[in-house]
Structure formats: structure tokens, C-alpha cells
């Protein structure tokens, strides 16, 4: 069974750190491309990043870059979300998601809450 | 980017009546080697991720009631919801897998009229 389980939410002060982990069970890890999508409160669905099958390519969307940080080992199954300069507006459910040929397969989440 | 665009934002509709929701991109999504639309349809309730419906523009997804269904093709593409259950509540989304940058529309608000 396809699992993607994440991790490493929680609440931080503007301007602080947090990382993001997704651990992927019962498909072969290295062979998908992974990504990052976020949902603020009551909003729609927002990609923030993601990474090649082989890691040799990311993408960022413009909100994020320069603050945020893809990345996976293959060796642990595991994509992360280095998360920096962290602002009100980065406050979301963060959802991690494998693509296939049927569009995404979804993690449950983790909520990220940016506040003093 | 592909830019998804979704109508209505919201949508009232009486129980056990049909609830139809439209996506339009802003280039064809259709795959000329294999003549399929790279698009999916998720429904999003409170508190949980979304859940794939259908695929492929028109496949159900296994589990996913028969009142549930996909159609269009190129540009153009409709969920339809043939006879509204109180349980149909929710958010959905239109999504297009076709470019190496996936896309969403903004959602579509489905209520109880």
C-alpha cells in the first residue's frame, strides 16, 4: 500500500526555521518525482516545490524560492522541505505528493503555524 | 504555466439534483500518442486531503459512486454530479498533470441549496 506520512510541523516565530519530512512506504521511492503543495486557511491548493526522480531538477514557485530548500534521500525514503525566513503568509497545511499517472497521491499533511 | 480555471467559485444545488462543475485550460492537456487528457478531479473535505475521483479526464477511480463523472477533452472539462448526496459537501478541484509543472484550478465551493 502506498503510504506517504509527513512530519516536522508545528508553530514558529517570523523569521525562524522548520523542516519538513515525508516519509514514502510500499512503491519504489526513487523512481518518482515528489513535490511539496500547501493550503492556507480556507484557500486552494498552492505548489511550493519539487524534485526530480533523480534529485537533478527542482522547482520552486515564486513565493518560496531563496527561502526554501527540496531535497530527498532515496537511501531513507524520505523527501524534505527545508523551510527558512519563515512569514505570516507561509502559514498552511503542507501536503506532500507523489505524481502518477492518475495526478497526485497524497500525504495526510502537517500544519505549519507562523506566529509570534 | 498551464493556468486551470475553474466555474463557478461556489455552487448551490438541491439534494438528489445533478451538480456540474467546469475546468478550462489555458492550453490543450490532451496527449496525442495515447489520446488522453492529463487531468483529475479531487474532492476536499475539512481537515483532509484530497481525494482523487477521477482520472484521465473521464476514469472513475476505484470505490468512487457512479454518480461521479468526468467528460471533455483539449480545453474543456466537466465533473458531474448526477444526483446530490448531503455527503458530496466539499471542495473540488480540477488538476492537469500534462506539463512538468502540475497545476491546480481554484476550487469550486459545492453546498446544500
Avoid at chain 1, 537533478?56 to 513565493?63: L, M, N, R, V
Avoid at chain 1, 505570516?88 to 502518477?100: G, H, L
Avoid at chain 2, 461556489?10 to 496525442?32: D, F, H, M, W
Amino acid at each position: 500500500e502506498v503510504q506517504l506520512v509527513e512530519s516536522g510541523g508545528g508553530l514558529v516565530q517570523p523569521g525562524g526555521s522548520l523542516r519538513l519530512s515525508c516519509e514514502a512506504s510500499g512503491f519504489s521511492f526513487n523512481n518518482y518525482a515528489m513535490y511539496w503543495v500547501r493550503q492556507a486557511p480556507g484557500k486552494g491548493l498552492e505548489h511550493v516545490s519539487g524534485i526530480s526522480s533523480h534529485g537533478d531538477y527542482t522547482y520552486y514557485a515564486d513565493s518560496v524560492k531563496g527561502r526554501f530548500t527540496i531535497s530527498r534521500d532515496d537511501s531513507k525514503n524520505t523527501l524534505y522541505l527545508q523551510m527558512g525566513s519563515l512569514r505570516a503568509e507561509d502559514m498552511a497545511v503542507y501536503f506532500c505528493a507523489r505524481a502518477s499517472n492518475k495526478g497526485y497521491f497524497w500525504g495526510q499533511g502537517t500544519l505549519v503555524t507562523v506566529s509570534s | 504555466d498551464i493556468v486551470m480555471t475553474q466555474s463557478p467559485d461556489s455552487l448551490a444545488v438541491s439534494l438528489g439534483e445533478r451538480a456540474t462543475i467546469n475546468c478550462k485550460s489555458s492550453q490543450s492537456i490532451l496527449y496525442n500518442s495515447n489520446n488522453k487528457n492529463y487531468l483529475a478531479w479531487y474532492q476536499q473535505k475539512p481537515g483532509q486531503p484530497p481525494k482523487l475521483l477521477i482520472y484521465w479526464a473521464s476514469t472513475r477511480e476505484s470505490g468512487v459512486p457512479d454518480r461521479f463523472s468526468g467528460s471533455g477533452s483539449g480545453t474543456e472539462f466537466t465533473l458531474t454530479i448526477s444526483s446530490l448526496q448531503a455527503e458530496d459537501v466539499a471542495v473540488y478541484y480540477c488538476h492537469q498533470y500534462y506539463s512538468s509543472l502540475y497545476t491546480f484550478g481554484q476550487g469550486t465551493k459545492l453546498e446544500i441549496k
